[in-house]
């Protein structure tokens, strides 16, 4: 089975004409649609159109329909009026980087209490045509508008698989975003048939969840770390907020690491508020067993606070900036 969401497929476009204004220009539409030779389905007051034809559509009903009471959608998703189209269109850039898969990683230093490397982040990022980057606050909300998050999130996981197999048997900590998986059985197997193709050793990988707090389908999250799971890999979560703030959900997930974020992590050393959310965080990863890991950290007296207080792992530029190359030994600053 093929996931057209997970790569990039033909956009569907389906168009809702509400009003009697709208309903009485229906047949104009069609009439007009199939004497430019573009393929129509119509299904009572909706129609179903190619990306060619959702162009011809707006353009030419402009002016003939009432805008308030016509709607799009792409791919199934949720509906949206459809003065928005425009800006799906604006996005068709984001289908080249994908299918070029202009993409590379960059590796950020993880080092336990010793400052030894533990492990590495990959980080995404982007180029354009002309080797310009793109910022990753730029591209995935492209990618959300046109309906591309799931085929980003897929070419991203195969990108990070193939720059961790130069890792060596160092972990690496995989970003993936559980509301781009629709089916862990399909979405997921391509990752793990690329990491068993490369050699890549399930223990090193570690599949990280971002925007933990925004996801609302918790069954569905553990599907997801239970397919992980039973192949043998870790994951982590990277903010566990107040949907996850139960120790019973969290024992029921199974972390193996919990992130706490930086916004809690820098200045931690001096703001007594941060300490008692560092303090409970901590409390809540040994209670399920997680090992907790605080990020961002940039100055060293937040690591040592946090060292002292039981933290085992740590991430930030105090300890290396995302980099093309992986930092092998660690130098430490004066800061």
Same mark, same amino acid.
């Given at each position: 089975m093929q996931c057209n969401s997970c790569t990039v497929a033909a956009i569907k476009f389906e168009i809702k004409l509400e009003g009697q204004t709208n309903l009485s220009a229906l047949p104009m539409v069609i009439d007009h649609l199939k004497r430019r030779e573009i393929d129509v389905v119509q299904k009572s007051n909706k129609l179903q159109i190619d990306e060619k034809g959702a162009r011809e559509i707006l353009d030419f009903c402009n002016d003939l329909l009432v805008m308030d009471k016509a709607v799009f959608r792409i791919n199934q998703e949720a509906w949206q009026p459809l003065t928005e189209m425009s800006k799906v269109f604006a996005m068709e850039w984001i289908d080249d980087v994908i299918k070029n898969e202009r993409i590379i990683c960059h590796y950020q230093p993880i080092v336990d209490s010793d400052e030894n490397i533990y492990a590495y982040e990959m980080l995404a990022r982007f180029k354009n045509e002309d080797g310009s980057m793109i910022y990753p606050n730029e591209i995935f909300p492209a990618a959300k508008t046109r309906g591309r998050l799931y085929a980003l999130d897929r070419v991203c996981r195969m990108t990070a698989v193939k720059y961790a197999a130069a890792l060596n048997g160092t972990k690496a900590f995989i970003n993936f975003i559980p509301t781009s998986i629709y089916s862990p059985e399909f979405c997921l197997r391509s990752t793990i048939a690329l990491s068993e193709k490369l %050699?890549?050793?399930?223990?090193? =990988?570690? #599949?990280?969840?971002?925007?933990?707090?925004?996801?609302?389908?918790?069954?569905? @999250?553990?599907? +997801? @770390?239970?397919?992980?799971?039973?192949? %043998? #890999?870790?994951?982590?979560? &990277? &903010?566990?907020?107040? %949907?996850?703030?139960? +120790?019973? @959900? =969290?024992?029921?997930?199974?972390? *193996?690491? /919990? *992130? @706490?974020? /930086?916004? #809690?992590?820098?200045d931690v050393a001096t703001d007594t508020k941060k300490q008692e959310i560092a303090k409970k965080f901590l409390k809540k990863a040994q209670e399920v067993g997680s090992i907790p890991l605080a990020e961002g950290i940039e100055i060293r007296q937040d690591f040592d606070w946090l060292k002292q207080l039981g933290y085992q792992l740590f991430q930030g530029y105090y300890f290396g900036k995302p980099a093309a190359t992986p930092v092998a030994i660690f130098q430490t600053s004066t800061t």
């Open positions: %050699g890549v050793n399930p223990n090193s =990988l570690v #599949f990280e969840v971002v925007e933990t707090e925004k996801v609302d389908d918790v069954d569905h @999250l553990k599907k +997801i @770390l239970s397919y992980y799971r039973a192949r %043998g #890999f870790d994951y982590a979560l &990277d &903010d566990v907020g107040e %949907g996850y703030s139960t +120790i019973e @959900l =969290l024992a029921d997930l199974k972390p *193996k690491y /919990m *992130k @706490l974020d /930086m916004q #809690f992590v820098q």
